[in-house]
């Protein structure tokens, strides 16, 4: 006798249990955007799926590969630029929110967590036994630990300590047709073959599901300073931020913001910032008591010795109160304009003081309001493009400047990205980066561990 064949979505519910597999409206929607500003492509999901351990995962996956059913992988969904909507309506989302489990090895310093767990709970567990796991996104207070190694997240502190891709020691993944690859070791020195852990970091969900990696961990920095310096000229920043790096200092951030991120700043919740200055840099050190006075002396005389105002706050009231100024500024921003195209293009340092200006003048030739802020110590900037969304005309002008941000990154032998991938927003913009024969080996690479393209599609690369 012949069976009713099953659903794909009943095959999930026997493999993984019914509460496990969602398929309500009202979730398939919530779980069908995130929090990329402008509108992407989307879909509305077949079902939400909410894994609780590696084998679930297993088991998804294979059950997708059988039946040919997109998979789009999902933390917290703070991507910026569309990397966990799904785009296809047959598609899964795959929540790891359940997945939030993490083990500390103080003597090895290392971690082992699930990638649901979120950045900042990790963050305070390590620092409760005298570690510091550094990568700082902004959104760290929400974002998960899969979401930033898929994205290779960054933030202040990367300046000095490095992105995450510096802090994963291994992976634990499921690839096409649901094999398992365990990548890497807990260990420091490792250079046995390809580095498959670091191909997988920045992935963008594209070449498998990852359900566990370990992290290294470093000793907590026992004090900070900060300083703040203000400036007349945006050509003066650049010297500035030159001057600082190759002075033997090295600080644990150097931010930037221009004059109408210091206004949108002020205006959202005042912090004391010199409302009609041109642009401020944010400098933070870090180490001994005694390392750390040295290090906010020898930047005041740099900032000194070019002429440039600043301030230490010996506070830390008043230290904390400047951080949270730089952390407003995207809630801030949304009061500007309705609209905003927020990109976080690279320049090589050395580069800044020309390409601060010129992006300037695309803001003028598109008569739009640019705010640019960022990690300028790494040559990091967010440029936003801000406009009115009910103007279509407006809208497009925005698209046409990102363009010539874009080309000017690109110019100066920058990047498109330094933090937000490039998901689903940028993916017309990466050839131009890595030229035809690179986008054909990144292909060749996505087939290796996805032959079906069932992985995030249409998301970073056209297969
Ligand atoms: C206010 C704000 C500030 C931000 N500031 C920063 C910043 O300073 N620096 C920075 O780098 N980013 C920043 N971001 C962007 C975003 O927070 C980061 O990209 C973050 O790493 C995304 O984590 P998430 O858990 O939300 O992942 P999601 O947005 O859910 O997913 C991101 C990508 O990871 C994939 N993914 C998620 N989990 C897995 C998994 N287990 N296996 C495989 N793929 C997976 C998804 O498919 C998607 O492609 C900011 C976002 C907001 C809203």
Known sequence: ??????????????????????????????????????????????????????????????????ENIPIFPRGAGSGLTGGAVPTVERGIVVSFERMTAFEIDTDNATVKAQPGVITAQLQEAVEKVGLFYPPDPSSYK????????????????????????????????VIGKGKIIETGNPVLKDVAGYDITKLFVGSEGTLGLITEATLKLIPKPPAT???????????????????IMTSGIFPSALEFMDR???RAVEDFKPAGLPKGAEALLLIEVDG???????????????????????????????????????????????????G?????????????????????????????????FGHIGDGNLHVNLLYDKSSREEEERAERAVDEVFELALGYHGSITGEHGVGLTK??????????????????IKRLFDPKNLFNPGKVIDV
């Open 260 to 262: 109408d991120a210091i």
């Open 225 to 243: 300073a900060t300083a703040l310096a203000v400036f007349e000229d945006l050509e003066t920043v650049g010297r500035a931020v030159t001057r």
């Open 288 to 338: 001994t008591q005694s390392a750390v006075r040295e290090q906010i002396e020898e930047v005041g005389r740099i900032l000194e010795e070019i002429g440039v105002k600043y301030e230490v706050a010996d506070d830390p009231s008043r230290a904390q109160k400047l951080w949270s100024a730089r952390k407003n500024l995207g809630p801030a921003l949304g009061n500007l304009r309705s």
């Open 142 to 173: 929400y974002s998960t630990i899969g979401g930033n190694i898929a994205e290779n997240a960054g933030g202040p502190r990367c300046l000095k300590y490095g992105v995450t891709r510096e802090y994963v020691l291994g992976l634990r993944a």
């Open 1 to 66: 006798m012949l069976g009713i064949r099953k659903s794909p979505i009943d095959k999930l519910r026997t493999a993984v249990g019914g509460d496990k597999v969602d398929t309500s409206i009202t979730q398939r929607k919530l779980y069908s955007y995130d929090a990329t500003p402008i509108p992407v492509e989307r879909a509305i999901p077949s079902a939400v799926v909410f894994p609780e351990n590696h084998g679930d995962v297993v088991k998804i996956v294979e059950i997708c590969y059988e």
């Open 340 to 372: 905003k195209i927020n990109e976080d293009i690279v320049f090589p340092r050395t580069y800044l003081s020309e390409a601060l200006p010129r992006l300037r003048e695309i803001a003028g030739k598109y008569h739009l309001l640019m705010v640019v």
């Open 427 to 444: 993916r017309k913009f990466l050839k131009w980066q890595t030229g035809d024969e690179g986008y054909e080996i990144l292909k060749g």
